[in-house]
């Protein structure tokens, strides 16, 4: 398997003008999560997939929790700063066309809230699915008209109702185009969230890419 700053990934070869995804997975899982959510909201949009550098479990994550389940900070900043030299040398190296837009479940929502906060130009935007913020007392970079999409589930058991509403609110208050959209479900994806993430990228990225896709 390729790799590229210590990360292993798979990537997709189609390059159309559109930002590409860049697929962070979630705990104890690995860069075969999210191929399929992504083949299923938009064929043929090009992707590429990262496996957590850190073995957790049955599989990988992106950072470290404490015993007590709360982030670690300390490793989130590091594995932060790892992510964001990963994606620098993958633009320099051309394996990214152009910053992505990170589509992060649960851990690597996480780690792509992260991000932006550190740095909101990395990315070309977010879809943070079951996130939680980094720091919701962090006033976070101005970032205007950044598309960030939030999905939270409502009888998510990781998760409070207020998480999705802690991250909308940073967001927003540092002028990122936010939608936030809550489903009928747990932890786990919900069948309409392909089709909601669909339309998402479809009346917020699209008008963003140098050329329309393909009908």
Not at 47 to 58: A, F, K, Q
Request: proline share 11%; charged share 20%; hydrophobic share 40%.
């Amino acid at each position: 398997m390729p790799h590229l700053q210590g990360f292993h990934y798979h990537a997709t070869s189609i390059a159309d003008g559109r930002p590409p995804l860049l697929l962070l997975h979630g705990s104890s899982r690995d860069e075969t999560e999210l191929p399929p959510l992504a083949d299923t909201a938009v064929p043929g949009w090009q992707y590429l997939s990262l496996r957590g550098p850190i073995p957790w479990e049955s599989g990988y994550a992106f950072f470290l929790r404490n015993p007590d389940r709360t982030l670690d900070q300390n490793d989130l900043a590091l594995q932060t700063e790892r992510l964001h030299a990963f994606i620098q040398a993958a633009i320099e190296t051309g394996l990214l066309a152009r910053p992505p837009i990170l589509l992060g479940f649960s851990n690597g929502a996480i780690i792509a809230a992260a991000l932006l906060i550190r740095d909101p130009d990395i990315a070309a935007g977010a879809i943070l699915i079951r996130p939680l913020s980094p720091n919701p007392d962090a006033i976070i970079p101005q970032m205007p008209t950044k598309p960030v999409l939030i999905l939270s589930g409502d009888r998510d058991d990781r998760r409070s109702p207020e998480d999705a509403v802690a991250i909308t609110r940073q967001f927003r208050a540092a002028g990122a185009d936010v939608t936030s959209r809550s489903s009928p479900t747990d932890h786990n994806l919900h069948e309409d969230e392909p089709a909601i993430i669909a339309q998402w990228l479809a009346s917020r990225v699209f008008p963003l890419a140098h050329t329309r896709p393909p009908l």
